[in-house]
């Protein structure tokens, strides 16, 4: 993507200077309330009937055999999923290039912006350089009235509470950065905003959100303010996010990932959503106004994990947002916004689990009232993103089992192509750009690279997500708790291979030998998998 390589490391100042006094880029072109959605919902239900006619075309489909019955279910369910994306994707890849514009070099901003910097625990020191770097670029662009950095810290335990103030002395010192520790994180990163808002919130227009893994530059912090100012019926507007380089492979994977394929996928989500986007918990700028119709979350009836405070709060705070009448706004642009990202399997996994149960709670606030019919499409879409893990678990094993036979060798390919569409999109959007051979090639080169480690990871992922699935329907709450998380990983680590050898073992037990060799993709990744983690947290 165009935005240059970010780093952590101790020098956050150099290693963003250059993108400060780039232009921002405007913001995808909207579809129109009504035309958007409606484009979205069609294009998805035609890939819809096209992979599930495919699909049923691939089986050996028994009428009377209840497995084929679940299985075509099951197809146009996950197909739903499949489609939706496929969709946002070539709606990306139709949207006119975005015309670029600068913010004047004499505008100031008429309202006070709070830059909140969110901590939890997290190492200081990176976030102290970032931010003591960010205040210099802030006031050299003219920003130096109207803009005040915020640490609100729910640190615990005394050690890391004094490692974090010892680090942060010098900003605090010099009033680069008003720092406040709760003694209590009740609420936790909601409850932390919610008494900043309280204390703070009547003193400014806007409020922008960074976690600690987080980094934005000041250039593209100018722009958002600029477009909030000149939009009063704007109450969020997200940024798009890119990933900092990697320190391991598999970083390295996510984030090669995420520069094809993230920004023509947020174009496209940008046009259909419109004046009703999401949210994605930080790189973010808010009305305060707006987010206080927001700030009081509901609390679920009942126990975790179906039950007590949203998890997965951001998408809840979009969708009020929005139905307190303020617009919504996704900016798809992902210069000068980032983020770090779990560096190992492991840390992706412990993170993706407590996702799981966030996104899972909404499925009983999805029917609330008065909320936007694109926010709960959002909140849908969050949902079955986790639910497909296990239905693509329950089909290897009716393929495994030879309960249903894999029939036919083109219509699987038909589905395999539909399955790709979001990246062929990506790199149709991205050769307008590579207007010569040798950048052509790397984008070749990069699309084959991020195809076959997305192919090799993905049995892994779905294991995962199908066990976690399983476990909050289970009753199982992991909250916020990393401990709990280490568990679950633990728990798992003996499955994958035995799995993996138990599907193929399965399907050439049933006289299967195609379904067998359509299964490696499958089985191959989930026998090697303790070797492949090892890998992918490497260096190499």
Not at 246 to 251: I, V, Y
Not at 275 to 284: E, F, P
Not at 432 to 438: G, K, L, Q, S
Not at 443 to 449: D, F, G, Q, S
Request: proline share 5%.
């Amino acid at each position: 993507m165009p935005l240059a390589d970010i780093s952590l490391s101790s020098r956050p100042a150099a290693t963003l200077r250059g993108t400060v006094h780039a232009p921002a880029a405007a913001a995808a072109r909207p579809l129109g309330r009504r035309g958007g959605l409606w484009l979205v919902v069609y294009l998805t239900l035609m890939l819809l009937g096209a992979t599930c006619v495919t699909g049923t075309a691939a089986l050996a489909v028994d009428a009377a055999s209840a497995a084929s019955a679940l299985a075509l279910v099951l197809i146009a369910i996950s197909s739903l999923w499949i489609s939706g994306g496929a969709a946002s994707a070539l709606i990306g890849v139709l949207q006119p290039k975005a015309a670029a514009f600068a913010v004047p070099a004499t505008w100031r901003p008429r309202h006070g912006t709070a830059i909140l910097m969110l901590l939890c625990g997290e190492a200081a020191e990176p976030v102290a350089s970032y931010l003591a770097g960010l205040r210099r670029r802030i006031d050299a662009i003219g920003l130096e009235q109207s803009t005040t950095i915020f640490v609100l810290s729910d640190t615990q335990g005394e050690a890391r509470i004094a490692a974090e103030e010892a680090a942060l002395a010098e900003l605090i010192a010099s009033g680069t950065v008003v720092y406040r520790r709760r003694s209590e994180n009740s609420g936790r990163k909601p409850g932390n905003i919610a008494d900043w808002l309280e204390n703070h919130g009547a003193d400014f227009g806007y409020m922008l959100v960074l976690d600690a893994d987080s980094r934005m530059t000041s250039g593209r912090i100018r722009a958002l303010i600029h477009r909030m100012e000149h939009d009063p019926r704007l109450g969020l507007l997200q940024a798009g996010i890119a990933m900092v380089p990697g320190r391991s492979l598999f970083g390295r994977h996510q984030r090669l990932a995420s520069r094809l394929l993230s920004n023509n996928f947020g174009r496209g989500l940008a046009a259909w959503s419109g004046d009703a986007g999401n949210y994605w918990g930080h790189n973010a700028i808010m009305r305060v106004g707006a987010f206080r119709s927001a700030a009081t979350l509901p609390v679920l009836s009942g126990r975790a994990p179906f039950g007590g405070p949203p998890l997965s709060h951001d998408f809840i705070e979009a969708a009020w947002i929005r139905r307190a009448g303020w617009t919504v706004a996704l900016d798809p642009d992902m210069r000068g916004s980032a983020e770090d990202g779990p560096q190992t399997l492991t840390e992706f996994h412990r993170r993706d689990r407590r996702w799981c149960q966030g996104n899972l709670q909404h499925l009983r606030l999805i029917g609330e009232a008065g909320i936007d019919p694109v926010s709960r499409l959002h909140l849908a879409s969050g949902v079955l993103g986790y639910l497909v893990a296990p239905i693509w678990m329950t089909l290897v094993l009716l393929f495994a089992t030879g309960f249903v036979v894999i029939d036919s060798a083109a219509a699987l390919l038909l589905i395999a192509l539909i399955l790709l569409l979001p990246k062929f999109c990506a790199i149709a959007a991205w050769q307008r750009r590579a207007r010569t051979p040798v950048r052509r090639r790397l984008l070749y080169r990069a699309a084959v690279n991020e195809l076959l480690l997305s192919t090799l990871i993905a049995p892994l992922i779905m294991l995962r997500q199908s066990a976690a699935v399983i476990a909050v329907f289970m009753g199982r709450d992991c909250g916020w708790k990393s401990s709990g998380g280490r568990r679950f990983e633990r728990s798992l680590q003996w499955l994958e291979p035995l799995l993996g050898i138990a599907l193929l073992a399965l399907a050439l037990a049933s006289g299967s030998v195609a379904s067998a060799a359509w299964l490696l993709p499958v089985t191959l990744p989930l026998i090697l998998a303790p070797r492949l983690q090892r890998w992918l947290a490497g260096g190499a």
